[in-house]
Nanobody
Framework: QVQFVESGGGLVQPGGSLRLSCASSGIIFRLHVVGWYRQAPGKQRELVALITSSGSTNYADSVKGRFTISRDNAKNTVYLQMTSLNPEDTGVYYC??????WGRGTQVTVSS
């Protein structure tokens, strides 16, 4: 049973920005490593960013300097701020706390 939901995706032009949110009512995110993953059409799902319980972050080389992962403990929400988006960032974005089941994800499409 998935206890979190991703939101915030959409269609954006190259160079634009989006902020994705992952909210949960059943999992306390600050106790887990939470990752944002994406799956582009025809490609395997890949990790793009993660945040640990202590707040340390790590990013895939392809998004370093453009994406920022953060966590709001009061709202029990993890965010992925994405800037300078390009068409290669298109895909379904998923958050995943620990080794939980996958959610439905949120579609991000970067296109002019």
């Amino acid at each position: 049973q998935v206890q979190f939901v991703e939101s915030g995706g959409g269609l954006v032009q190259p160079g634009g920005s989006l902020r994705l949110s992952c909210a949960s009512s059943g999992i306390i995110f600050r106790l887990h490593v939470v990752g944002w993953y994406r799956q582009a059409p025809g490609k395997q799902r890949e990790l793009v960013a993660l945040i640990t319980s202590s707040g340390s972050t790590n990013y895939a080389d392809s998004v370093k300097g453009r994406f920022t992962i953060s966590r709001d403990n009061a709202k029990n929400t993890v965010y992925l701020q994405m800037t300078s988006l390009n068409p290669e960032d298109t895909g379904v974005y998923y958050c995943r706390p620990g080794a939980s089941s996958w959610g439905r994800g949120t579609q991000v499409t970067v296109s002019s």
